[in-house]
């Protein structure tokens, strides 16, 4: 059997990356690792208080809440009489322009006016129906209780989406929101974001709130962003994030580039960065365009480590970053110029000098230990591990597989002394070599297997290892 001269040729080979590599790394790494530290603190501020930084939500495309006016106690005193009035008259829409309050109603007559003008709507389960629009002068509701509310023009009237209950309307409190109008202009794809949102003016809208949603409005930017679920507050469809990794690319002086799909979905994760040619993103399907196009040196993804079998096939070095919350190891590094072991034997000799070595210093269960000593060996020998791999309905260990992400090693760990089972899922993987380790007290294992009559159709090498007596076969 041949042996490694020197380890010292395993350890140089897994810290060695290309320059190309290490150079983008150097100069992500600090950007990546302040955008962690932000970003765990916003998050932090959702979780508490259910907003994001108003600084974040200044940068955002779909920010829609420019300012907020609150009504004296008075005003908010009168909202179970102005929500009667709108049930009893069968309100559908109430907007204020100037001196005249315009109404929408499914009545003919309201206030003792009858309509002139009535629009029809069909609905989708029943007959069709009219609605009829009415228009008063403010001085017409000037003895209405809740004529205060009416004080200021505004062009939409709607309720908190949590005041879906009667009980609960009644405590309703009311604001205005100066919220933005956008209207985006139908131009070349080539215009940039900035052109073609440029269209924007702000409105005012009547709200009736909840309690929890009045108290924290003024520090929203939009009414979507952040939502409760439970007892804790989450973010939904927020831009927080891409936003916050803009604001480190830009401190940190690297120029990037977002997708043309920036322009209608804000939220979207993609980058080009032109003086570094890396392509960030999160997805890890539909990016072969994106790839083509670019032609980046190196892929930037934010997930995790798994991630990594969706890049290989495109041929280029990547850096996937865990920025989750539980997250033990946050940077991986794929790097192609490395080189993949090749060599059966000195694959066998690696395993077998470094194996026990290794699983003594993995704190944790037995199983646990070997698993993560068998994936520390694999990328030393330049391989990409992957722990609990699920093919065809068998479930291996771990396995090694090669830069295009065929898997050339599949690992099966047996902590008792049943080993037959193990043939089967390893070769399901369809490796170049399997390796089964075993925990039985006599050799009887090592002579069954060498009988075992399924072997003999074997297409693949199988290094059996006898664990507690230290014995490869």
Not at 171 to 187: D, F, M
Request: glycine share 4%; proline share 3%; net charge neutral.
């Amino acid at each position: 059997m041949l042996r490694i001269n020197s380890l010292s040729c395993l350890f140089e080979m897994f810290e060695m990356k290309s320059l190309e590599l290490k150079k983008i790394y150097e100069r992500l790494r600090p950007v990546l690792e302040e955008y962690l530290k932000e970003k765990t603190e916003i998050e932090k501020q959702v979780k508490q208080q259910g907003t994001v930084p108003l600084a974040i939500c200044s940068l955002c495309k779909k920010r829609r809440i420019l300012s907020v006016a609150k009504f004296r106690e008075d005003a908010n005193k009168t909202i179970p009489e102005f929500l009667e009035w709108l049930r009893s008259n069968e309100v559908r829409r109430l907007w204020i322009e100037k001196e005249t309050i315009h109404v929408e109603s499914r009545k003919e007559a309201l206030e003792g006016k009858k309509s002139t003008l009535a629009s029809l709507n069909i609905i989708m389960t029943g007959a069709p129906f009219s609605y009829y629009e009415f228009t008063f002068n403010k001085s017409e509701f000037k003895k209405k209780t809740f004529s205060r509310l009416f004080d200021i023009e505004f062009s939409d009237f709607g309720l908190c989406s949590h005041l879906a209950e009667d009980a609960l309307q009644k405590e309703a409190l009311p604001v205005i929101l100066v919220v933005k109008s956008i209207h985006p202009s139908y131009g070349p794809s080539s215009v940039s974001a900035e052109h073609v949102w440029a269209r924007e003016q702000g409105k005012n809208e009547l709200k009736l709130l909840c309690k929890e949603c009045y108290e924290r409005i003024g520090s929203l930017g939009c009414e979507e962003g952040v939502m409760k679920r439970g007892f804790v507050y989450e973010t939904l469809r927020c831009s927080f994030r891409k936003i916050l990794f803009q604001s480190m690319l830009a401190k940190y002086n690297i120029k990037f580039v977002t997708s043309e799909s920036d322009i209608w979905f804000p939220e979207s994760f993609d980058f080009h960065l032109p003086e570094l040619n890396v392509f960030v993103t999160e997805r890890t399907r539909d990016i072969k365009e994106q790839i083509e196009k670019l032609k980046p040196n190196c892929i930037l993804s934010f997930g995790k480590r798994g991630n990594i079998v969706n890049f290989l096939g495109y041929d280029m070095n990547v850096i996937l970053f865990d920025d989750s919350e539980d997250a033990i190891q946050r940077f991986f590094l794929f790097d192609k110029e490395r080189k993949v072991e090749d060599s059966l034997e000195r694959i066998v000799t690696a395993v077998m000098e470094r194996l026990e070595d290794y699983s003594s210093q993995i704190r944790g269960k037995e199983h646990d230990r070997l698993t993560g000593a068998f994936q520390r060996i694999g990328k030393e020998l330049g391989f990409i591990t992957q722990p609990e791999l699920l093919q065809k309905g068998a479930r291996v260990d771990v396995v090694w597989l090669n830069r295009q992400g065929d898997v050339e090693v599949a690992i099966e760990v047996e902590t008792s002394a049943q080993w037959k089972k193990d043939i089967v899922s390893t070769w399901e993987a369809e490796p170049k070599l399997a390796i089964i380790l075993s925990h039985a007290k006599t050799d009887k294992g090592a002579q069954e297997i060498t009988q075992y009559v399924l072997l003999e159709n074997m297409p693949h090498k199988l290094l059996f290892i006898n664990y507690l007596l230290k014995k490869p076969t």
